[in-house]
């Protein structure tokens, strides 16, 4: 990815003030949703101790958490910890999760929640900028904010785990996704322009209290991430896939 376009936040940006494991753990998952550390790579102690920085008991309490996340698998019989691969077996599974979550919060998103639509306008502007900057890792971050203000509306822990969790992932393969979209620029920034969109039409539906139009909506923009996959996928700009992706689900 061409450097002006990728962009990560610092350790101290993604730290905080949490305590010593919520900073570790959110900067090492940065890392791995950016692609920083890539899939399937090693993750040893050392490598946290020097080059994040991290204390000795954080970075393990970080590893354990990540591990019941899915985005690190601990084999010991390997000799360590590895970023967990994506393949697209793997992109498959994460796009038909992300599927099953839009679905769900089409239909029990609450339209009653009196703040809902004036926080995803709020947070439609930050995205439309970073967008506009390319900036990619903030891009993931905002769209999963947008989404998981409708699913926390919701008001089902159980649901919010699973979405949460479903997100991070999703995360990760859209910077894979923004990677290897950056070959063709001018195609990708109006990819962008079409998720914007989406994102507006959205929040209209949701201020309008219009559940069949939002049921429409949010499966709809959720295939849009495997729409480019596949786009890409067909396009001479990377290299054949050893896997067939399916174009519906």
């Known amino acids: 990815m061409a450097g002006a376009m990728r962009r990560v936040d610092s350790p101290e940006a993604v730290s905080g003030t949490g305590s010593q494991t919520e900073a570790a753990l959110q900067l090492i998952r940065s890392r791995i949703i950016d692609l920083t550390l890539p899939p399937g790579s090693r993750i040893d102690e050392a490598l946290l101790l020097k080059q994040f920085e991290l204390g000795r008991t954080p970075a393990r309490e970080a590893i354990n ?20 691969k994506l393949d697209l077996a793997e992109m498959s599974e994460i796009i038909v999760a992300h599927q099953l979550v839009e679905n769900i919060l089409g239909q029990l998103c609450n339209l009653d929640d009196p703040t809902l639509a004036a926080d ?35 008001g089902n822990s159980f649901f919010l785990d699973f979405a949460r969790s479903t997100h991070h992932h999703v995360r990760r393969l859209l910077m894979h996704v ?37 049921t429409a909506l949010l499966p709809a923009h959720a295939a849009t991430t495997q729409e480019r996959l ?20």
């Not at 890792?137 to 203000?149: A, D, V």
């Open 120 to 154: 995803l306008q709020a947070i439609q502007e930050e995205y439309r900028q970073v967008v506009a900057d390319l900036h990619y890792l903030r891009i993931t971050e905002l769209n999963e904010r947008f989404h998981m203000r409708m699913n926390a509306s919701i």
């Open 65 to 84: 958490r990540l591990a019941a996340e899915g985005f690190v698998r601990i084999a010991p019989n390997r000799g360590g910890t590895f970023v967990r």
């Open 230 to 249: 596949v786009d890409i996928i067909r396009s001479r700009h990377v290299e054949p896939f050893d896997i067939e992706i399916k174009t519906s689900i």
């Open 178 to 214: 923004y990677d290897l979209e950056s070959a063709r620029p001018e195609h990708q920034v109006r990819q962008f322009e079409l998720n914007v969109a989406e994102h507006d039409r959205i929040i209209e539906a949701v201020a309008a209290k219009d559940r069949p139009t939002l």
